[in-house]
């Protein structure tokens, strides 16, 4: 099980939701994509980004039968 993470900001909601609706079930992969291409150009606040995101949406992808997500 992936841990819930911690976001401060709405930003990654918003990147998340979008990747969702562009791509479905591909969207953590294009927020990895993004998040590699990143790293590559020495980005890493970008990085970090992409990173938050794509555990952001394989958190939402999970069954969590009996729990609540706040």
Partial sequence: ????????????????????????????????????????LGNHIHFCRWREVERLIATLGESRSGQTLH
Avoid: C, K, N, W
């Fill in 1 to 40: 099980m992936i841990a819930s993470p911690y976001l401060a900001a709405t930003r990654p909601h918003r990147d998340a939701a979008d990747l969702l609706q562009r791509f479905g079930e591909e969207a953590g992969g294009v927020a990895r994509a993004r998040a590699a291409e990143s790293r590559r």
